[in-house]
């Protein structure tokens, strides 16, 4: 079945350091990739998304790009803020699932110390 | 403004003791889901709803069940909550369940068994 397979954390960091997650996925055919974010005390929220090879996904700073050839979705932000502290799900959604059922990794804790 | 509200937020039962976890969302979107994430695990997709059209995951226990009385609303059942059971649950909204759209998700209800 459908897998997604992302860094665990927590990463610590520092703010203006560069961020990278890494995420990769097992599916079948071409599924869309995502990204949610968690800030503490809320539910998920889309944070990017690509739907086809090649594309990148953008928000708020944050990038990844659909690699088909390596099945990877990592999530970069070249000057994260304290703002960024979160825990991150990398997910994907197959094309044959009906009524859009997400995968979800494992989520990685971003922490960003002043 | 919130678009997906759970409620309560933390849920408190007795073990063996049913339990009924509530959701609303405004957004009139057709697809309601049901997660539950355990700690520091991936948020697991239990069951969700095309409109009135109800479709379990193959492995999702009998324990667990769900009601949607229209639109706006939706309900978790625990029949007999065992001590694994205890969790955040995730309720979420799409608006069609297409491959690449966003679900909207409210904040969780966090639920101990005692």
């Known amino acids: 079945g459908d897998s997604v397979t992302q860094m665990e954390g927590p990463v610590t960091l520092s703010e203006e350091a560069f961020l990278t997650i890494n995420c990769t996925y097992t599916a079948t055919g071409y599924p869309s990739l995502f990204w949610y974010v968690q800030y503490p005390g809320e539910g998920l929220q889309l944070l990017l998304k690509a739907t086809k090879a090649d594309d990148k996904g953008s928000n708020k700073g944050f990038e990844a790009t659909y690699r088909k050839e390596t099945t990877s979705f990592h999530l970069e932000k070249g000057s994260v803020q304290v703002s960024d502290s979160a825990v991150y799900f990398c997910?994907?959604?197959?094309?044959?699932?009906?009524?859009?059922?997400?995968?979800f990794g494992g989520g990685t804790r971003v922490l960003v110390k002043p | 403004d919130a678009m997906v509200i759970q409620n309560p937020r933390y849920q408190v039962t007795q073990f063996g003791k049913p339990v009924t976890l509530s959701c609303s969302q405004t957004?009139?979107?057709?697809?309601m889901y049901w997660y539950q994430q355990k700690s520091s695990q991936a948020p697991k997709l239990l069951f969700h709803?095309?409109?009135?059209?109800?479709?379990n995951e193959a492995d999702t226990p009998d324990n667990f069940q769900s009601r949607r009385p229209n639109t706006s609303f939706c309900f978790l059942d625990i029949r007999s909550p065992g001590l694994g059971d205890a969790a955040m649950y995730l309720c979420a909204t799409s608006r069609e369940g297409r491959v690449n759209e966003k679900l909207f998700f409210g904040s969780g209800t966090q639920l101990s068994v005692l």
């Open positions: 957004l009139n979107h057709n697809v």
């Open positions: 997910a994907l959604s197959g094309p044959e699932a009906a009524g859009n059922k997400l995968t």
């Open positions: 709803y095309y409109d009135k059209d109800f479709n």
